[in-house]
């Protein structure tokens, strides 16, 4: 299986900001959506966001207007800008390849005062 290499997480204070990054092959990056899934602690893998490799996007409603997901086609990198975090957003954070049914490894969120 190819890797997903995802970076960025952390811990924040309610209210802060974070931005999640995620590698992908050439390969992959070209040909799939690739979104954002996130897993809180006792709760089901959810889908937060994704892109499509032509830039549409899709949000869950807890992201709209607070979550911005993003592409950059030069380094094979998507990227989760999130705001206004909340301490219902710890979780962690796993880059998803559609396509391929790649995951990353997972990246911890934690917003906390």
């Known amino acids: 299986q190819e890797q997903l290499v995802e970076s960025g997480g952390g811990l924040v204070q309610p209210g802060g900001s974070l931005q999640l990054s995620c590698v992908a092959s050439q390969n992959v990056f070209s040909i799939s959506p690739i979104g954002w899934y996130r897993q809180a602690p006792g709760k089901e893998r959810e889908l937060v966001t994704r892109i499509t490799p032509g830039g549409d996007t899709t949000y869950a409603d807890s992201a709209k207007g607070r979550f911005t997901i993003s592409r950059d086609n030069a380094k094979n990198t998507v990227y989760l800008q999130l705001r206004s975090l909340k301490p219902e957003d710890t979780a962690v954070y796993y880059c998803?390849?559609?396509?391929?049914?790649?995951w990353g490894q997972g990246i911890q969120v934690t917003v906390s005062s």
């Open positions: 998803h390849a559609f396509f391929f049914n790649y």
